[in-house]
């Protein structure tokens, strides 16, 4: 399978809104709800910050959230933070018992 | 809360056995719930995922590193393996041990990770 396709980066002043997208195929973004989303800091291990395309762990600040439109998901980071500059990846249940994650976006606070 | 932490080797050799383990703690590993997986993240990319298992022992590979990889699980311990026979430098990655949350297929909890490195 192949890792799902990100832009490489995004930036956003603060208090502004980015919007990552996350393509992937009909086997995998189109066909299952499970899209999720994760951001790590440098040196860091991703923290799950969206998941099932929409749904926000506890403790997530409602600023992000999730959507998916066919074979596209996408995380919007609303009212960007200092804090909120990271990388961010996807990751999508791709059936057969496999999954596949993104190829990540670094977001930048300008 | 539950915490993951990955232990094993920083240095193996090429051709060698790269051997991990994660211990879980603050829950079951025998959770009905949850399967426990291996991610990689070579130096400065992205992630990848390299399998999972689930407590009976049922295991699901990703299929480009299949033939190589091996994941056990000890409930015992409360402990899961990895094992990625005929390492290359290909193989150093910060390697990641993460809870799959069955029900919703994402990754909910993390190791902090473990830095191993393949080189003579």
């Known amino acids: 399978q192949s890792a799902l396709t990100q832009p490489p980066s995004a930036s956003g002043s603060p208090g502004q809104s980015v919007t990552i997208s996350c393509t992937g195929t009909?086997?995998?973004?189109?066909?299952?709800?499970?899209v999720s989303w994760y951001q790590q800091h440098p040196d860091k291990a991703p923290k799950l910050m969206i998941y099932?395309?929409?749904k926000r762990p506890s403790g997530v600040p409602d600023r992000f959230s999730g959507s998916k439109s066919g074979n596209t998901a996408s995380l919007t980071v609303s009212g960007l933070q200092a804090e909120d500059e990271a990388d961010y990846y996807c990751s999508s249940y791709a059936g057969s018992n496999n999954y596949v994650f993104g190829t990540g976006t670094k977001v930048t606070v300008l | 809360q539950v915490q993951l932490q990955e232990s094993g080797p920083g240095l193996v050799k090429p051709s060698q056995t790269l051997s991990l383990t994660c211990t879980v703690s603050g829950g079951s590993i025998r959770s009905s719930a949850y399967y426990w997986s291996w991610i990689r993240q070579h130096p400065g990319e992205g992630l990848e995922w390299i399998g999972y298992i689930y407590y009976t022992g049922s295991t699901y590979y990703n299929p480009s590193l299949k033939s190589r990889v091996t994941i056990s699980v000890d409930t015992s311990k409360n402990q899961f393996s990895l094992k990625l026979s005929s390492v290359t430098a290909a193989d150093t990655a910060v390697y990641y041990c993460a809870r799959i949350y069955d029900s919703s297929g994402c990754f909910d909890y993390w190791g902090q990770g473990t830095r191993v490195t393949v080189s003579s």
């Open positions: 009909s086997s995998d973004v189109g066909d299952y709800n499970y």
């Open positions: 099932e395309v929409s």
